[in-house]
């Protein structure tokens, strides 16, 4: 078998870790960085404890906290121009996956002078990049470990940059910073965590041990803690099995890509603003079904591992699908696409920008088509 698996070359995990980013800082020689989050985080005074840690060391910060969910490429671009003012020598992203994706893009394009147009792809960046640290703050996207920065364009679709110089430096684990959570979004981020791990498991091209391992680790951990975060926010060891379950699967879709839950996901996200794990939800049982065919035994798989409550039993990939349905409607996610305000009117355009996506469709187990997308869409309203 040959296979190529690549991460994120130094992670810090722990309570309590964001204590040594000065040091982490110096590592790779950062003395004056550009933090980027956005403003919900700010408010909730998580970056003034990292600037008092980076002060403490006589270390300057900037701080960029615009960042929109599903950031539009002006992000990127208002970033950079701050960037080169304050003559920053590295990238801080600390947030979600928006603003890790837009850190990630930042730290390109503040010393590479290249159309944003001729990046979008795959492998399509050259020379290098700005040190970048990456700290999340949500338990879901996994974004810190992959080399994957998505963006909404003008016209509401969604493109990803995929290149390995995208890899962050080092990625800082510190389950402090998922306590404040609200239980929508734990929620959320939990289910889009578990859906990278099913995705990268059962995906077609580039499905290897090394993912498989970790994808069935990352599920071990998200779907014992999922429902227990949810219902205890402030339960420690909880919160820390779900960052850690979430790099878990970042590292395992990075190098084993996702398919069609995301590729229908995207869209709604886009059109519609809606968060991006509760996007994957909306699509993911129909899409399981679809799939049942071809990866139905895959499924099986890994049942035991994302429902605890069918561990040591030989269920079916019906059973495992009621389990998944079973485990949003406990965790008070909407289920159907009209519950986001989604009508039959819509499928149409949200399955062309869907079969747009082919970057991840060529990932599914199964072939899909324009055809395949409505049905699925439909299924879900």
């Given at each position: 078998?040959?296979?190529?698996?690549?991460?994120?070359?130094?992670?810090?995990?722990?309570?309590?870790?964001?204590?040594?980013?000065?040091?982490?800082?110096?590592?790779?020689?950062?003395?004056?960085?550009?933090?980027?989050?956005?403003?919900?985080?700010?408010?909730?005074?998580?970056?003034?404890?990292?600037?008092?840690?980076?002060?403490?060391?006589?270390?300057?910060?900037?701080?960029?906290?615009?960042?929109?969910?599903?950031?539009?490429?002006?992000?990127?671009?208002?970033?950079?121009?701050?960037?080169?003012?304050?003559?920053?020598?590295?990238?801080?992203?600390?947030?979600?996956?928006?603003?890790?994706?837009?850190?990630?893009?930042?730290?390109?394009?503040?010393?590479?002078?290249?159309?944003?147009?001729?990046?979008?792809?795959?492998?399509?960046?050259?020379?290098?990049?700005?040190?970048?640290i990456q700290i999340p703050t949500t338990a879901g996207t996994g974004s810190e470990v992959t080399p994957i920065a998505i963006f909404t364009l003008k016209n509401n679709q969604k493109m990803g940059i995929v290149d390995p110089l995208l890899y962050a430096d080092c990625a800082i684990l510190d389950a402090e910073f998922t306590l404040e959570l609200p239980k929508n979004i734990t929620a959320y981020s939990g289910i889009d965590a578990m859906v990278h791990a099913i995705e990268a498991y059962t995906t077609k091209l580039k499905k290897n041990p090394i993912s498989d391992a970790l994808a069935k680790k990352a599920l071990f951990l998200l779907g014992g803690?999922?429902?227990?975060?949810?219902?205890?926010?402030?339960?420690?060891?909880?919160?820390?099995?779900?960052?850690?379950?979430?790099?878990?699967?970042?590292?395992?879709?990075?190098?084993?890509?996702?398919?069609?839950?995301h590729a229908l996901a995207y869209p709604i996200g886009a059109k519609f603003h809606v968060p991006h794990g509760l996007s994957n939800s909306l699509v993911l049982l129909e899409v399981l079904k679809f799939n049942s065919k071809i990866a139905g035994k895959m499924y099986c798989e890994i049942a035991n591992d994302c429902l605890p409550n069918l561990r040591k039993k030989n269920i079916t990939v019906d059973e495992f699908i009621s389990g998944i349905e079973e485990l949003i409607v406990e965790l008070n996610i909407p289920r159907r696409l009209n519950q986001v305000g989604i009508s039959h009117n819509d499928i149409p355009v949200l399955a062309e920008d869907a079969l747009k996506q082919q970057r991840l469709l060529i990932n599914n187990p199964r072939e899909v088509n324009l055809k395949d997308v409505i049905s699925i869409y439909e299924a879900s309203l």
């Open positions: 078998m040959h296979l190529n698996f690549q991460t994120v070359p130094l992670i810090k995990s722990g309570y309590g870790v964001i204590s040594k980013l000065p040091n982490t800082c110096k590592k790779f020689n950062i003395k004056k960085p550009l933090i980027i989050t956005d403003k919900g985080i700010c408010e909730l005074g998580f970056v003034d404890k990292i600037e008092e840690y980076l002060k403490a060391e006589n270390l300057q910060s900037c701080i960029y906290k615009e960042v929109l969910a599903d950031p539009p490429e002006h992000n990127i671009f208002e970033a950079v121009s701050l960037f080169k003012s304050f003559e920053a020598d590295g990238v801080i992203g600390f947030g979600g996956g928006s603003s890790m994706d837009v850190a990630k893009a930042v730290s390109f394009f503040s010393i590479n002078d290249i159309p944003i147009e001729k990046c979008y792809g795959l492998d399509n960046l050259t020379n290098s990049r700005s040190p970048l803690n999922i429902k227990k975060v949810v219902d205890e926010p402030l339960n420690k060891k909880a919160r820390e099995n779900m960052l850690l379950g979430s790099m878990l699967a970042g590292m395992a879709f990075a190098n084993a890509p996702c398919a069609a839950v």
